[in-house]
């Protein structure tokens, strides 16, 4: 008898322990590489990439708007987004871990060194990641559940940094889904020069407009979408007055991390973008 009640406790603690271990690999996506949209950005991976951290860059994942540029200029590419391939991986991963690695110089901050895809549709993995970044903005177009994940996910404290989109016809489809998030928020608000975020580690009173790399090529390509534009920095506060969501309006943030190590790339674009992400990423941790 004694040693079936050891036995029977031997396989309760077993079963336990096999349920905490699903319940965690439910909670939290495992790592993993998409493909990127554009070849340059296929880079290896890190040597200490499987090394836990305090902080990791959250790459946010987003269905791609029937309308967008990208949608028409790459018709015949990957056609499932949650496979990558698409607007939510422009810059990916490359920019993510050039940022992570610059994060790690400048600050005491202990950040993995590779990036986290995060899927809004992925039951509550959103909410094990508290920094999100996303670019391309006028390419989104979330679902009603989407928004209303995103929207939960913010009002728990989560932030958000968007990027990289220009001119009213981007800003109209992004305001698609926003609105979808935020019907009760002004989400054009431009950031005050003394906001905390913009002094929470370096002060950046002075800021200018960050070209991207594809805006430098002359007037070839997609150059066209940065001509006539200003840059403007807006927010979206919550109802503590905490900025939840800063945006990047008319400059391309994600292209200075990216291209960071590029010798043909202006190092002053390099040079406010990583402050301006690091500020963010301060921000968010401490208010």
């Given at each position: 008898?004694?040693?079936?009640?050891?036995?029977?406790?031997?396989?309760?603690?077993?079963?336990?322990?096999?349920?905490?271990?699903?319940?965690?690999?439910?909670?939290?996506?495992?790592?993993?590489?998409?493909?990127?949209?554009?070849?340059?950005?296929?880079?290896?991976?890190?040597?200490?990439?499987?090394?836990?951290?305090?902080?990791?860059?959250?790459?946010?994942?987003?269905?791609?708007h029937p309308e967008?540029?990208?949608?028409?200029?790459?018709?015949?590419?990957?056609?499932?987004?949650?496979?990558?391939?698409?607007?939510?991986?422009?810059?990916?991963?490359?920019?993510?871990?050039?940022?992570?690695?610059?994060?790690?110089?400048?600050?005491?901050?202990?950040?993995?060194?590779?990036?986290?895809?995060?899927?809004?549709?992925?039951?509550?993995?959103?909410?094990?990641?508290?920094?999100?970044?996303?670019?391309?903005?006028?390419?989104?177009?979330?679902?009603?559940?989407?928004?209303?994940?995103?929207?939960?996910?913010?009002?728990?404290?989560?932030?958000?940094?968007?990027?990289?989109?220009?001119?009213?016809?981007?800003?109209?489809?992004?305001?698609?889904?926003?609105?979808?998030?935020?019907?009760?928020?002004?989400?054009?608000?431009?950031?005050?020069?003394?906001?905390?975020?913009?002094?929470?580690?370096?002060?950046?009173?002075?800021?200018?407009?960050?070209?991207?790399?594809?805006?430098?090529?002359?007037?070839?390509?997609?150059?066209?979408?940065?001509?006539?534009?200003?840059?403007?920095?807006?927010?979206?506060?919550?109802?503590?007055?905490?900025?939840?969501?800063a945006m990047n309006?008319?400059?391309?943030?994600?292209?200075?991390?990216?291209?960071?190590?590029?010798?043909?790339?202006?190092?002053?674009?390099?040079?406010?973008?990583?402050?301006?992400?690091?500020?963010?990423?301060?921000?968010?941790?401490?208010?």
């Amino acid at each position: 008898m004694a040693r079936s009640i050891k036995a029977w406790k031997a396989g309760l603690i077993t079963a336990a322990a096999l349920f905490a271990c699903v319940t965690i690999v439910h909670a939290q996506r495992p790592f993993r590489v998409y493909q990127p949209l554009e070849g340059y950005d296929d880079i290896p991976l890190p040597p200490d990439y499987q090394e836990p951290a305090e902080w990791v860059f959250g790459r946010l994942m987003y269905p791609p708007h029937p309308e967008s540029m990208f949608t028409r200029r790459y018709r015949g590419g990957p056609s499932d987004w949650t496979r990558g391939g698409t607007s939510w991986t422009q810059d990916y991963p490359r920019a993510d871990r050039h940022f992570a690695a610059a994060l790690r110089r400048l600050t005491r901050i202990n950040a993995r060194s590779v990036e986290q895809p995060v899927n809004l549709d992925d039951d509550d993995d959103v909410f094990n990641w508290p920094w999100l970044c996303a670019g391309e903005m006028g390419d989104w177009k979330l679902s009603p559940a989407e928004a209303k994940k995103l929207r939960e996910y913010l009002d728990r404290g989560g932030f958000l940094l968007l990027d990289d989109f220009w001119g009213p016809q981007e800003w109209e489809r992004f305001e698609e889904s926003m609105r979808e998030v935020f019907p009760d928020r002004n989400i054009s608000e431009e950031i005050p020069n003394d906001d905390p975020i913009f002094h929470s580690v370096y002060d950046i009173s002075e800021r200018y407009q960050v070209l991207g790399q594809w805006s430098l090529r002359g007037g070839s390509g997609i150059a066209y979408r940065a001509l006539g534009t200003t840059a403007h920095w807006y927010e979206i506060k919550d109802d503590k007055n905490r900025i939840v969501v800063a945006m990047n309006f008319n400059s391309d943030v994600g292209d200075s991390w990216e291209w960071a190590d590029d010798p043909y790339y202006p190092e002053r674009y390099s040079a406010l973008g990583i402050r301006l992400a690091v500020n963010y990423t301060i921000y968010a941790l401490t208010h």
